[in-house]
């Protein structure tokens, strides 16, 4: 479709004797868990479409048969803070927009960097605050994640027993214990025994559908292998599981750690399905630190019918 345009923007070309508009955009992954990410510096029409919920575009883009196919979309911006290079927004493969998203961070500041807009190190902003990026090989990126808050209003998490740092609700007569922490999106920590065997497709949904999640949540599966070392899987609120969950590796890392299964500070390799990340979690000053790749899979242009 050979059009000259920056990647994100939609254009207007002839397809078949009749105008369809297209959509450019880069796909990229970081450790399996993949995005569309499209530039919304230009188009401030795109990113009004995206935060509809009733336009129906960012499912389009994220639908594996009938789109490009992705976990979340997306979209660069202009920065918002003084010092920061951009800002980008998030949104959920069902449309519902997240204020968080680890791996996503890591593809952005590569596309960031790609596009000649950052450098070795710098900041980027996202719904839930800025980020210190830097990069940390060949296609490898580190972000500064902000800290955990366990306080349930911020997750936000109510109506659930606690015991010390261990949450117990009733579903449907049986008893579920997790940790819960705020990433700047929610999220439930299982311990499990070993995270193959682990009800990831039935007890992640019934959690995200629970009263005590009024915002849904994420819910992390975690088996511990040594105070460094994890394995993890995540049911991704408004994506299902996906291979990977950057913001679940660091709740999972910051709630073990809190729990005192893990060294979070001495640092914790966090294996998914999809790849490896390194999480550092220094409970005294609060903060993380992610580590892990970002991969450009493919560019391309998506035609939408009109109106669509
Ligand atoms: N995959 C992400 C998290 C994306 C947002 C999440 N599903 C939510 O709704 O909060 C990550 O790598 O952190």
Same mark, same amino acid.
């Given at each position: 479709m050979g059009t000259a345009t920056a990647p994100g923007r939609a254009t207007e070309h002839a397809a078949a004797g009749r105008p369809a508009s297209a959509i450019r955009f880069s796909k990229m992954q970081g450790a399996g868990n993949d995005f569309v990410v499209l530039d919304l510096r230009q188009d401030a029409t795109l990113a009004e479409r995206l935060s509809n919920?009733? $336009?129906?575009l960012c499912r389009a883009l994220a639908n594996r048969r009938t789109g490009v196919g992705c976990d979340q979309v997306l979209g660069i911006e202009r920065?918002?803070? $003084? +010092? *920061?290079v951009a800002a980008y927004r998030i949104w959920n493969a069902d449309g519902s927009p997240a204020r968080q998203c680890g791996n996503g961070a890591r593809c952005v500041a590569a596309w960031l960097v790609r596009d000649g807009a950052a450098g070795e190190d710098f900041r980027l902003d996202s719904p839930s605050g800025t980020h210190a990026v830097q990069? *940390?090989?060949?296609?490898r990126y580190t972000i500064g994640m902000g800290a955990p808050s366990f306080a349930p209003e911020s997750i936000p998490l109510a109506g659930a027993d606690r015991e010390q740092d261990v949450y117990v609700v009733d579903l449907d007569g049986t008893e579920v214990a997790f940790g819960a922490v705020s990433m700047g999106n929610p999220h439930a920590v299982v311990v499990v025994e070993d995270v193959d065997d682990a009800p990831v497709a039935t007890l992640g949904p019934a959690l995200q559908r629970s009263a005590s999640f009024p915002e849904s949540v994420n819910v992390g599966f975690v088996q511990v292998l040594a105070r460094d070392r994890i394995r993890l899987r995540v049911c991704e609120r +408004? *994506?299902?599981?996906?291979?990977?969950c950057g913001s679940g590796a660091c709740a999972a890392v910051a709630v073990l750690t809190r729990q005192g299964r893990v060294d979070g500070q001495g640092g914790v390799a966090v294996s998914l399905p999809g790849g490896d990340l390194h999480i550092q979690y220094d409970p005294g000053s609060g903060a993380i630190g992610m580590t892990g790749p970002a991969a450009f899979v493919f560019e391309g242009e998506m035609a939408m019918e009109d109106g669509a």
């Open positions: 919920p009733g $336009d129906g920065a918002r803070s $003084d +010092g *920061a990069r *940390a090989g060949k296609g +408004g *994506a299902g599981e996906t291979l990977a």
